[in-house]
Nanobody, 120 residues
Framework: QVQLVESGGGLVKAGGSLTLSCAAS????????MGWYRQAPGKQRELVAV???????KYADSVKGRFTCSRDNTKNAVYLQMNALKPEDTAVYYC??????????????WGQGTQVTVSS
């Protein structure tokens, strides 16, 4: 079983910064892409950022230039540095990881979610 544990959410004023962390634990062979999604009340879950095993990144247009997604493969961890936060960034943030198991198949796992609230 693989678990993703997130931390770092909270309440911040507009213009402030937060860093989210997510670490994978359990039994697996490797991790392909890791990323962050968010879901605001009444809205669908949307991609925020993703980072491949090689370090390539992709961002939602709404966060480009403000958020930075990175990973530490030695710790099986992914991070989301969020700067210049806006009230519209308020959401529950979920990390995910595409895990490759020893027999070759892959599974997408999700963290439990962490609340980010940006006040105006």
């Amino acid at each position: 079983q693989v678990q993703l544990v997130e931390s770092g959410g909270g309440l911040v004023k507009a213009g402030g910064s937060l860093t989210l962390s997510c670490a994978a634990s359990g039994s697996f062979f490797s991790i392909n892409a890791m990323g962050w999604y968010r879901q605001a009340p009444g809205k669908q879950r949307e991609l925020v950022a993703v980072v491949t095993s090689g370090g390539g990144t992709k961002y939602a247009d709404s966060v480009k230039g403000r958020f930075t997604c990175s990973r530490d493969n030695t710790k099986n961890a992914v991070y989301l540095q969020m700067n210049a936060l806006k009230p519209e960034d308020t959401a529950v943030y979920y990390c995910n990881a595409e895990v490759r198991h020893r027999l070759g198949w892959t599974t997408l796992y999700w963290g439990q979610g962490t609340q980010v609230t940006v006040s105006s």
